[in-house]
């Protein structure tokens, strides 16, 4: 699973922005509104990657039970599939 | 209100000393009484703050100093919000500008010519965050003898094919939009100067120092005026805006960009001799004080600093600035104009700041000072007479 659409994320404060930019942009009026771990996600999701994949490198790069990644990932992905920015 | 958007315009840009506070007038914390907490300390009126830099066209470069404030400092979640969008439009926009930019200096290229990006799309990468710097269109200058075949190909390309490439009078560019929403404007002259006595000469000046520059690296890339040239360009710019309505900050931190980018490589010698020449030395000298006393550019990192005459900057000339606006964006709206009628009233108002500001002009730039005076009365009499004849 991937991205539907491309995104240039900018650093703003302590968030992240995600803006979709390039051809198919203009059929998405939206921005995404990310924090650290977010951010990190939707980085992964910018190529073709799969759940436990997402796990793997946010356990390496964070100080988090297995049981709590797990369950912020699979929040996030519901969250990305229901905007409709997941191409599967 | 002004201490507080020059705070956060040096954060944003990285001029900030590492030890300066957001001024205490704004944020009072101090003034508070032992019951209050820091959450019932007046808050400053950020409405006007980002009313006045999206004014200034600064409200994207200014986004991220914002958003990092401490919470309780930051503008309400709504304001925080519309700050986020206003920087993602700019970003797209962005995004559009450089593809454009790219597939068309490609082309170009291909074609053997030889084109020059000018201003915006040419100036962001020196911005600490490049894809919010404002942007608006594309600036492309191209030789006299490669016009022709260069602006027919631009045409082409934004499936305009029947467009006429021949300059037009009272002009410096023609215009090609692509996708309704990228415009670029097609230079056969390089600048609509402020000089007028001498626009002939600084047109051909800066052509040739755009004839002799180095092929690009790639064939997308584009090719931007030299820094030694394009301080000079920037900064008479500015000056035009200045004389013909009104200029945005932005502007002056362009001319600041450039300057911290070129600290080391510009040369003073070959600098002032060409301020002199196209007697834009005093100008120079009195608006550096915008950059080193509001913007926190080191006095040397500004070529040819003279403080005694940097001090002209201040004052009323610095709030003739903030009153007009990017092009005359916020004309009769500052420091509580903004409520009185579009009306004659309001011209006669802008008119006073605009005199004001002509009479210190002519004391760095006496060229066009009455013919501009001329035009500003004239401008406010037409609006009159226009008013009149739709009242009958």
């Keep these: ?88 | 209100m002004e201490e507080l958007l020059f705070t956060i315009l040096r954060r944003a840009l990285g001029f900030a000393d590492r030890h300066e506070k957001l001024p205490s007038e704004v944020f009072p914390v101090s003034k508070a009484s032992a019951s209050q907490t820091l959450h019932d300390a007046p808050q400053p009126d950020w409405q006007s703050v980002i009313e006045l830099l999206r004014s200034h066209a600064l409200l994207a470069v200014s986004a991220d100093a914002i958003l990092s404030l401490p919470e309780e400092q930051r503008p309400s979640p709504v304001l925080q919000m519309q700050v986020m969008q206003y920087a993602a439009s700019v970003t797209q926009m962005h995004h559009k500008l450089n593809s454009v930019v790219s597939e068309v200096f490609a082309m170009l290229h291909d074609a053997g010519l030889h084109p020059v990006l000018l201003k915006g799309q040419g100036l962001a990468p020196l911005y600490p965050m490049p894809y919010t710097r404002s942007c608006g269109d594309i600036d492309i200058f191209l030789l006299p003898e490669e016009f022709q075949q260069g602006c027919r190909m631009i045409f082409d390309y934004c499936d305009m094919p029947g467009e006429s490439t021949q300059p037009l009078p009272n002009n410096i560019h023609l215009t090609a939009h692509k996708d309704d929403d990228v415009k670029i404007e097609i230079h056969y002259l390089p600048a609509d100067t402020a000089i007028s006595d001498i626009s002939d000469e600084y047109n051909r000046w800066l052509m040739d120092n755009f004839r002799h520059l180095p092929s690009p690296t790639q064939r997308n890339v584009p090719t931007v005026p030299p820094v030694q040239v394009n301080v000079v360009y920037v900064f008479e710019h500015i000056l035009k805006h200045l004389r013909s309505g009104g200029v945005g900050l932005r502007q002056f931190i362009d001319w600041m960009m450039l300057l911290h980018a070129g600290k080391d490589t510009i040369d003073h010698n070959l600098l002032r001799h060409d301020l002199q020449r196209f007697h834009l030395l005093d100008a120079w000298q009195v608006f550096g004080g915008i950059l080193v006393y509001q913007f926190g550019l080191p006095e040397s990192e500004f070529p040819l600093w003279n403080a005694r005459k940097a001090r002209h900057s201040q004052g009323r000339n610095l709030e003739y600035i903030l009153f007009s606006g990017n092009l005359g964006a916020t004309l009769g709206h500052y420091k509580g104009y903004y409520y009185l009628p579009p009306s004659f009233r309001r011209d006669i108002l802008a008119l006073r700041y605009s005199l004001r500001y002509q009479s210190f002009m002519y004391h760095v730039l006496p060229y066009d000072t009455p013919r501009r005076v001329m035009g500003d009365i004239k401008r406010v009499l037409t609006n009159q007479i226009k008013r009149l004849k739709n009242k009958k």
């Design chain 1, 1 to 88: 699973m991937k991205l539907k659409y491309k995104f240039y994320f900018q650093h703003l404060g302590d968030q992240w922005l995600g803006v979709p930019v390039g051809e198919e942009s203009s059929n998405l009026n939206a921005m995404l509104h990310l924090n650290d771990v977010g951010h990190d996600i939707a980085e992964m999701l910018t190529s073709d990657t799969d759940r436990e994949a997402i796990i793997a490198m946010l356990l390496d790069n964070y100080d988090a039970e297995r049981s709590v990644v797990e369950t912020y990932v699979d929040e996030s992905l519901n969250s990305l599939r229901e905007q409709g920015l997941l191409d599967s």
